[in-house]
T-cell receptor, first 116, second 113 residues
Framework: GAVVSQHPSWVICKSGTSVKIECRSL??????MFWYRQFPKQSLMLMAT?????????EQGVEKDKFLINHASLTLSTLTVTSAHPEDSSFYIC????????????FGPGTRLTVT | GENVEQHPSTLSVQEGDSAVIKCTYS??????FPWYKQELGKRPQLIID?????GEKKDQRIAVTLNKTAKHFSLHITETQPEDSAVYFC????????????FGKGTRLSVIA
């Protein structure tokens, strides 16, 4: 149980285009999901907290108009990188709290985005 | 907000020796401290966690200790094996699930056969 999936696992796009990444909780409901970004050889940095049925909360320095988050159901959150640029190339990982008492974070497998 | 410092950034040990990674945190309200192992291109994998009402927890070759007064926690791996080679991250949060994790910068562990 407690599986989180992401799609796509990797994507290459051209500069200026938009890319949508999906994060799904497969066997549990998640009113909250978290989006992290990880640059090569660096740690995971929280980008935003996705809240089902309400607006996402963004961390300082993360442009909400560039990284659009939609959490339209209890099992799906999407991150859209708009007008992507090469500096947006990174590993994007989502997570959701689950388990008994929501006492653990379950991570998706990540999405490798390369912007050319 | 929370700040997590992790040391060392790289660690090389001989197979069979022990490895210790240390983290400090700043938010006294943090009460959940997981450790993750991450292999290249993959998701972080939870290897052990500890909550603030416990001082030490052990799972086979892996143990974690927590000192809330000093605001630091450590990961101990005994009898290291080559397959333990990976990047390890500590993290902290105020709540065990519904709040986001703040990660340390990571430790690249190399176990030399």
């Amino acid at each position: 149980g407690a599986v989180v999936s992401q799609h796509p696992s990797w994507v290459i796009c051209k500069s200026g285009t938009s890319v949508k990444i999906e994060c799904r909780s497969l066997d549990f409901q998640a009113t909250t999901m978290f989006w992290y970004r990880q640059f090569p050889k660096q740690s995971l940095m929280l980008m935003a907290t996705s809240n089902e049925g309400s607006k996402a909360t963004y961390e300082q320095g993360v442009e909400k108009d560039k990284f659009l988050i939609n959490h339209a159901s209890l099992t799906l959150s999407t991150l859209t990188v708009t007008s992507a640029h090469p500096e947006d190339s990174s590993f994007y990982i989502c997570s959701a709290p689950g388990g008994q008492g929501f006492n653990e974070q379950y991570f998706g497998p990540g999405t490798r985005l390369t912007v050319t | 907000g929370e700040n997590v410092e992790q040391h060392p950034s790289t660690l090389s040990v001989q197979e069979g020796d022990s490895a210790v990674i240390k983290c400090t945190y700043s938010d006294s309200a943090s009460n959940y401290f997981p450790w993750y192992k991450q292999e290249l291109g993959k998701r972080p994998q939870l290897i052990i966690d500890i909550r603030s009402n416990v001082g030490e927890k052990k799972d086979q070759r892996i143990a974690v200790t927590l000192n809330k007064t000093a605001k630091h926690f450590s990961l101990h791996i005994t009898e290291t094996q080559p397959e333990d080679s990976a990047v390890y991250f500590c993290a902290a949060s105020r709540d065990s699930g519904n709040t986001p994790l703040v990660f340390g910068k990571g430790t690249r562990l190399s176990v030399i056969a």
